[in-house]
């Protein structure tokens, strides 16, 4: 490790853990956010969020690919995703209020419990790591637990698609804040696969509206059991 | 080098074509003639390996060994067999009005597609694109799943997405936990996501990170795989999309997830030097072969059925790899295959049954074998090889599964029995039903393509009877390489 190196650590590391932070409590946002536009927004900030820290990362380490997958997610997560997912809200018309199956506070509650769980479990790993982000391995698996919460916890459509690119999100952090990313070759491809789902969950929305009349999956549950 | 290329493009090339003409006359023709070209490329590729021994390929991303190559072989076979009976099933389909021309083409282009996905999965190298390639074969057959637009199979393909998406992105914290692990000895370049590096220096690999990586590999690939408690998404999956799609799934799907778990579980072993991973898979499986032989009696739709089928059979595999030993292993490769042919063969006959009746309701399908004869039969053998009955290859499986279990693990044996006996009280009496009594079926509009179901039966009965030496070599260097 050069002498430049080791100076500049406190600086980027604490903008990297403030944005760790920013993560989280997005995280927790999303949780509680009953409007879907909300949610899509919050989803394009937690998107910018993890643009930046990738940025700082690949600067402050010399890293340059990765800077290419600090482009990937500026282009995707920031800037297409929720483009598309503005237009398909226009489209189907679907600016009502996101009904959820557990009551908000006790999501919350749960949440905080998986925080911890999260912290707990990823402890080993941030002993080992020698990367500057270490310190924020239990924070990004923190966010893929609470966007799994998320995904089982809403009961439309449009939100459970949001909750699936959010946990896409907290496996990007994980990525870079644990190993500095995975190889070029891998994220290009999560990246194409993330996109053909996108566009694939399109189409299915106007099938399930049509079939349904609404997004709503316990309408689907309900034409099982007929 | 050119064989595994031919393996990987062919399956990608018809898929484009068949997106461009899928909608027009001689499809199925073309799905069928891409399907053979690749058995034949995997068939070269075959003798390859056998010839000149494992090779690493295309700048270390693709490699073929004993493991891979017999399961890439399986799935060219069984891919082409189920093209085959596809040609029929579908013009049915198409004559019940069921299925556009549009359809027909989505159906042909992400079959091929599906195919490719699969071979990739197998063939690649970087445990990072073999995590891609199952998120490419989950969105593919999500469109399969859902191609009739009914809100079943919305629904179904829906919680297919939602579920499989959601495990495999456990799937992929495991890897990235991997990349971590090996980063560490390997050092920062594309060569520590490489499988055949990985195995190099897998004692060196820090074993705690290694044994909660594979804690979200196994519940990730797991999630594919239909293990018990995330098994949910695979009956409705099987029961409402098209046969042929139902076919594939069962018989090569969860054999490619499971295919992943046992990379990681080699790993895992190497660094470990414990029986953790061994232990998670046993109990895994062990859950699996239970849970669903209680969910058979209750089941009335006869895909369904054999879905839940499917899922306690990959439960006996995954427990055979769990025990580990080279007899054990050997157990688990011979029933893998025994279990692909056998399984796309009964989904043949269950899809032109289904036709014939016009109806999924196993109380509405009586009499299959007065108005045909070779529906009736293939669907009667099928089921009781499927069961375990001797001479059929299933047994062998079986019985070697079960002695294993009777000298190391006496206390799983009286579980994994009677869960054996309830799936084969509950699934014998259902099919007796389908098959005997008075006709309610209609025969066909097109002459059902029977030749693959006794095609499979009849190498599910070879392998029951005697396994070719060649291939006991290759399952025993496969079964000494897993442990």
């Given at each position: 490790?050069?002498p430049?190196?080791?100076?500049?650590i406190?600086?980027?590391?604490?903008?990297?853990?403030?944005?760790?932070?920013?993560?989280?409590?997005l995280?927790?946002?999303?949780?509680?956010?009953r409007?879907v536009?909300?949610?899509i927004?919050?989803?394009?900030?937690?998107?910018?969020?993890?643009?930046?820290?990738?940025?700082?990362v690949?600067?402050?380490?010399?890293?340059?690919?990765?800077?290419?997958?600090?482009g990937?997610?500026?282009?995707?997560?920031?800037i297409?995703l929720?483009?598309?997912?503005?237009?398909?809200i226009?489209?189907?018309s679907v600016?009502?209020?996101?009904?959820?199956l557990?009551?908000?506070?006790?999501?919350?509650?749960v949440?905080i419990?998986?925080?911890?769980?999260a912290?707990?479990?990823?402890?080993?790993?941030?002993h080992?790591?020698?990367?500057?982000?270490?310190?924020t391995?239990?924070?990004?698996?923190?966010?893929?637990?609470?966007?799994?919460?998320m995904?089982?916890?809403r009961?439309k459509?449009?939100?459970q698609?949001?909750?699936?690119?959010?946990?896409?999100n907290g496996?990007?952090?994980?990525?870079?804040s644990?190993?500095?990313?995975?190889?070029?070759v891998v994220?290009l491809?999560?990246?194409l696969d993330?996109?053909?789902?996108m566009?694939?969950?399109g189409?299915f929305?106007?099938q399930?509206?049509?079939q349904?009349?609404s997004?709503?999956?316990?309408?689907?549950?309900r034409a099982?059991?007929? | 080098?050119?064989?595994?290329?031919?393996?990987?493009?062919?399956p990608?090339?018809?898929?484009?074509?068949?997106?461009?003409f899928?909608?027009?006359?001689?499809?199925?023709?073309l799905?069928?003639a891409?399907?053979?070209?690749?058995?034949?490329a995997?068939?070269?590729?075959?003798?390859?390996?056998?010839?000149?021994?494992?090779?690493?390929l295309?700048?270390?991303?693709?490699?073929?060994?004993?493991?891979?190559v017999f399961l890439?072989?399986l799935?060219?076979?069984?891919?082409?067999?189920?093209?085959l009976?596809?040609?029929?099933?579908m013009?049915?389909?198409?004559?019940h009005?069921?299925?556009?021309?549009?359809r027909l083409?989505l159906?042909?282009?992400?079959?091929?597609?599906?195919m490719?996905?699969?071979?990739?999965?197998?063939?690649?190298?970087n445990?990072?694109?073999?995590?891609v390639?199952?998120e490419?074969?989950?969105?593919?057959?999500?469109?399969?799943?859902?191609?009739?637009?009914?809100?079943?199979?919305?629904?179904?393909?829906?919680?297919?997405?939602?579920l499989?998406g959601v495990?495999?992105?456990?799937?992929?914290?495991?890897t990235?936990?991997?990349?971590f692990?090996a980063?560490?000895?390997l050092g920062?370049?594309?060569g520590?996501l490489?499988?055949?590096?990985l195995d190099a220096v897998?004692?060196?690999?820090?074993p705690?990170?290694?044994?909660?990586?594979?804690?979200?590999?196994?519940?990730?690939?797991?999630?594919?795989?239909?293990?018990?408690p995330?098994?949910?998404?695979l009956?409705?999956?099987?029961?409402?999309?098209p046969?042929?799609?139902?076919?594939?799934l069962s018989g090569?799907?969860l054999?490619?997830?499971?295919y992943?778990?046992?990379?990681?579980?080699?790993?895992?072993?190497?660094a470990?030097?414990?029986?953790?991973?061994?232990?998670l898979?046993?109990?895994?499986?062990?859950?699996?072969v239970v849970v669903?032989a209680?969910?058979l009696?209750?089941?009335?739709?006869v895909?369904?059925?054999?879905?839940y089928?499917?899922?306690e059979?990959?439960?006996?595999?995954t427990?055979?790899?769990?025990?580990?030993?080279?007899v054990?292993?050997?157990?688990?490769?011979?029933?893998?295959?025994?279990?692909?042919?056998?399984?796309?063969?009964i989904?043949?006959?269950?899809g032109h049954?289904?036709?014939?009746?016009g109806?999924?309701?196993?109380?509405?399908?009586?009499?299959?074998?007065?108005?045909?004869?070779?529906?009736g039969w293939g669907?009667?053998?099928g089921?009781?090889?499927?069961?375990?009955?001797?001479?059929?290859?299933?047994?062998t499986?079986?019985f070697?599964i079960?002695?294993t279990?009777?000298k190391?693990y006496?206390?799983?044996?009286?579980?994994l029995?009677?869960?054996?006996g309830v799936?084969?009280?509950?699934?014998?009496g259902?099919v007796?039903g389908?098959?005997?009594g008075?006709?309610?079926?209609k025969?066909?509009?097109h002459?059902?393509?029977?030749?693959?179901?006794?095609?499979?039966?009849?190498?599910?009965?070879?392998?029951?009877?005697?396994?070719?030496?060649?291939?006991?070599?290759?399952?025993?260097?496969?079964?000494?390489?897993?442990g």
């Open positions: 490790m050069s430049s190196l080791i100076h500049t406190p600086l980027s590391g604490q903008v990297i853990n403030l944005c760790a932070a920013i993560m989280l409590l995280g927790f946002a999303m949780l509680s956010q409007r536009l909300t949610l927004n919050l989803f394009m900030l937690q998107g910018l969020v993890l643009f930046t820290s990738t940025l700082i690949a600067i402050t380490t010399h890293q340059n690919h990765l800077l290419w997958s600090a990937l997610t500026l282009v995707l997560k920031v297409a929720p483009y598309i997912l503005h237009r398909l226009r489209r189907l600016k009502w209020d996101v009904d959820t557990l009551n908000i506070p006790t999501t919350m509650l949440g419990a998986l925080v911890v769980i912290f707990n479990v990823a402890q080993p790993i941030s080992l790591s020698g990367t500057i982000t270490r310190a391995i239990g924070i990004a698996l923190a966010c893929v637990l609470l966007a799994f919460l995904m089982i916890t009961s459509a449009v939100p698609v949001i909750a699936f690119l959010a946990m896409e496996l990007f952090f994980a990525a870079t644990a190993t500095y990313g995975m190889p070029m994220e491809g999560i990246a993330v996109m053909v789902g566009v694939i969950l189409v929305f106007f399930i509206r049509q349904f009349d997004l709503d999956i316990r309408h689907m549950e099982k059991e007929q | 080098m050119i064989e595994l290329a031919l393996v990987l493009t062919i990608l090339a018809s898929s484009v074509l068949l997106a461009l899928g909608h027009r006359r001689g499809a199925a023709e799905n069928s891409g399907s053979l070209l690749t058995l034949v995997a068939g070269m590729l075959t003798v390859r390996v056998i010839g000149h021994g494992p090779m690493i295309f700048d270390q991303q693709f490699f073929v060994d004993p493991l891979n890439i072989a799935t060219a076979l069984v891919g082409f067999t189920t093209s009976f596809s040609r029929p099933y013009r049915v389909e198409h004559d009005g069921r299925l556009s021309a549009a083409r159906y042909h282009s992400m079959f091929q597609m599906f490719c996905t699969m071979l990739v999965a197998l063939s690649t190298n445990l990072g694109i073999l995590w390639a199952m490419a074969a989950t969105l593919t057959t999500v469109l399969l799943v859902a191609l009739y637009r009914t809100p079943a199979s919305l629904e179904a393909a829906w919680k297919y997405f939602i499989c495990g495999i992105a456990q799937a992929l914290f495991g990235i936990l991997i990349y692990a980063e560490r000895v920062h370049d594309g520590a490489l499988w055949t590096h897998k004692t060196q690999l820090e705690t990170v290694l044994s909660l990586a594979f804690v979200f590999v196994i519940v990730g690939y797991g999630t594919k795989t239909g293990l018990v995330l098994h949910n998404w009956p409705d999956a099987h029961a409402e999309g046969t042929p799609v139902s076919a594939v090569l799907l054999n490619v997830a499971l992943a778990i046992i990379r990681c579980k080699v790993l895992v072993d190497g470990l030097h414990t029986h953790f991973a061994g232990n898979m046993m109990a895994f499986g062990l859950l699996t669903p209680f969910y009696s209750r089941t009335k739709d895909k369904r059925l054999f879905g089928s499917s899922i059979h990959m439960g006996l595999i427990f055979a790899f769990g025990m580990g030993g080279p054990a292993s050997f157990a688990g490769l011979l029933h893998m295959t025994v279990h692909s042919l056998t399984k796309s063969a989904f043949f006959a269950v049954a289904s036709q014939m009746a109806t999924q309701i196993i109380d509405d399908i009586k009499g299959l074998i007065k108005r045909s004869p070779t529906i669907l009667m053998l089921t009781l090889a499927i069961l375990g009955m001797p001479p059929f290859g299933v047994f499986s079986e070697m079960l002695t279990a009777i190391h006496p206390w799983a044996t009286p579980i029995l009677t869960a054996l799936a084969f009280a509950s699934m014998f259902k007796q389908m098959v005997f008075e006709p309610t079926v025969p066909l509009s002459n059902p393509a029977l030749l693959p179901v006794f095609v499979h039966l009849g190498l599910v009965l070879m392998l029951g009877l005697w396994i070719p030496p060649y291939l006991a070599e290759w399952y025993r260097q496969a079964a000494k390489f897993i």
